[in-house]
C-alpha cells in the first residue's frame, strides 16, 4: 500500500513486539513445566510440553530478530540434524553408543521420540545464540566450535534425566551416572554439525537475541536446582557438573549480551536532554 512501509523483522515495530512477548510466554510456559514435573509422581507426560515450549519459544525470538523464513528454517534444520544422528545412532551405535528408546516417550517417528526432536532444536538455537555472544561475527568456526560445546554441556543433565526417568537406556552403561563418554564425544561432533548448518541461516550479527542467551541461563538455573534440591533423590555431582560446564557459557554469554545493549542505548542524560527539547517549540530553543 502507498505510503505504508512494512516493519522488518528484527527492526522494532507491533509485530517483532508480538513476537518476543509469545516467545517469553513460551519460556515462562517452560519454566513453569519443568518445576512441576520437578514435583509430580509421574514428569514424563511433561517432557514434551517443556521442550516443545522451549522450541515455540526460541522460534519466536529468532523470528523477532531474523524474521519468520529464518527462524522457520533454522528450527527446521536443527531438528533434521538431530533425528538423523538419533535414528543412525540408535540402529548403529554411531555416534553415541549404544542406546535405546524406551516406548514411554510418544509419539515416536521411526522409534525417536518427537520430543527429542524439539530439544535438539530449542537447546541448538539457544545455544548458537549464546556462541554468537561470545565468539565475534566473522569467525564461524570458532562460532560452531563454542556452540557445540555449550550444547553438549547441557547434556550433563539431560542424560541423566532422561535414564532416571527410564526414556531410554544404555546397552553397556557408562561411567557418568550410567551414560558412556562416547555419548559426549558424539553429542559434540552432532553439536558441530547443527552449529555449522544453523549458522549461515541464522546469521547472527554482533548483537544475538538475548531473549535466546537468557532461555540458555534460564535452563543451566533449572537444572542445577532440580538436581540439587528438587528432584527425589538429589544427585548433587550432576547438579555441580551440569552447572559448572554450562555456567562457563552462560555467564560470559549473559554479560556480553548486557554490556553491547548498554552500549548500544543513549546514555540516560542524553535521553532526558532529548526529552527536555522534545517539550519546547522550536522558536524557543
Same mark, same amino acid.
Given at each position: 500500500m502507498r505510503?505504508?512501509?512494512?516493519?522488518?523483522?528484527g527492526r522494532?515495530?507491533?509485530?517483532?513486539d508480538?513476537?518476543?512477548?509469545?516467545g517469553?510466554?513460551?519460556?515462562? %510456559?517452560?519454566?513453569?513445566?519443568?518445576?512441576?514435573?520437578?514435583?509430580?509422581?509421574?514428569?514424563?507426560?511433561l517432557?514434551?510440553?517443556v #521442550?516443545?515450549?522451549?522450541a515455540?519459544g526460541? $522460534?519466536c525470538?529468532v523470528?523477532?530478530?531474523?524474521?519468520?523464513?529464518?527462524a522457520a %528454517?533454522?528450527v527446521?534444520a536443527a531438528?533434521?540434524?538431530?533425528?538423523?544422528a538419533?535414528?543412525?545412532g540408535?540402529?548403529?551405535?554411531?555416534?553415541?553408543?549404544?542406546?535405546?528408546y524406551?516406548?514411554?516417550?510418544?509419539p515416536?517417528?521411526?522409534?525417536?521420540?518427537?520430543?527429542? +526432536?524439539?530439544?535438539?532444536?530449542?537447546? %541448538?538455537l539457544?545455544?548458537?545464540?549464546v556462541?554468537?555472544a561470545?565468539?565475534p $561475527?566473522g569467525?564461524r568456526? $570458532?562460532?560452531?566450535?563454542?556452540?557445540?560445546?555449550?550444547?553438549?554441556?547441557?547434556?550433563l543433565? !539431560?542424560d541423566?534425566?532422561m535414564? &532416571?526417568?527410564? !526414556?531410554?537406556?544404555?546397552a553397556d552403561?557408562g561411567?557418568?551416572r550410567?551414560?558412556?563418554?562416547s555419548?559426549?564425544a558424539?553429542?559434540?561432533?552432532?553439536?558441530? +554439525?547443527l552449529?555449522a548448518? #544453523?549458522?549461515?541461516i #541464522?546469521?547472527?550479527?554482533?548483537d544475538p537475541s538475548?531473549?535466546?542467551?537468557?532461555a540458555y541461563?534460564?535452563?543451566?538455573?533449572?537444572?542445577? +536446582?532440580?538436581?540439587?534440591?528438587v528432584f527425589?533423590?538429589?544427585d548433587? +555431582? #550432576?547438579?555441580?557438573? %551440569?552447572?559448572?560446564?554450562?555456567g562457563v557459557f552462560?555467564?560470559?554469554?549473559?554479560?556480553?549480551a548486557?554490556?553491547? &545493549?548498554?552500549?548500544?542505548?543513549p546514555?540516560?542524560a542524553?535521553?532526558?536532554?532529548?526529552r &527536555?527539547?522534545?517539550?519546547?517549540?522550536?522558536?524557543?530553543?
Open positions: 505510503g505504508r512501509r512494512a516493519v522488518e523483522p522494532g515495530g507491533p509485530g517483532v508480538g513476537l518476543v512477548v509469545a517469553a510466554g513460551c519460556l515462562a %510456559g517452560m519454566v513453569a513445566a519443568q518445576v512441576a514435573s520437578g514435583v509430580v509422581s509421574d514428569p514424563v507426560p517432557t514434551g510440553p #521442550v516443545g515450549l522451549l515455540a526460541t $522460534a525470538f523470528a523477532s530478530r531474523r524474521g519468520f523464513g529464518r %528454517g533454522a527446521g531438528a533434521a540434524v538431530g533425528y538423523a538419533e535414528s543412525v540408535m540402529r548403529t551405535g554411531v555416534p553415541f553408543g549404544r542406546y535405546a524406551t516406548p514411554v516417550l510418544r515416536q517417528l521411526g522409534g525417536v521420540p518427537v520430543a527429542v +526432536l524439539g530439544a535438539w532444536a530449542g537447546m %541448538g539457544a545455544s548458537h545464540a556462541a554468537a561470545i565468539v $561475527a569467525r568456526a $570458532a562460532r560452531v566450535a563454542v556452540g557445540a560445546a555449550a550444547l553438549t554441556a547441557w547434556d543433565f !539431560l541423566p534425566q535414564v &532416571r526417568q527410564g !526414556l531410554w537406556t544404555w552403561g561411567m557418568y550410567g551414560v558412556p563418554v555419548n559426549f558424539g553429542w559434540l561432533g552432532v553439536s558441530a +554439525l552449529m548448518v #544453523v549458522e549461515p #541464522v546469521e547472527w550479527g554482533p538475548g531473549w535466546l542467551v537468557g541461563g534460564v535452563m543451566a538455573g533449572m537444572e542445577t +536446582l532440580a538436581f540439587a534440591a527425589d533423590p538429589p548433587r +555431582l #550432576v547438579a555441580v557438573t %551440569g552447572g559448572a560446564a554450562m552462560a555467564v560470559p554469554a549473559a554479560v556480553l548486557i554490556r553491547r &545493549r548498554q552500549a548500544a542505548s546514555r540516560p542524553r535521553r532526558r536532554a532529548r &527536555r527539547a522534545s517539550r519546547w517549540p522550536a522558536w524557543r530553543r
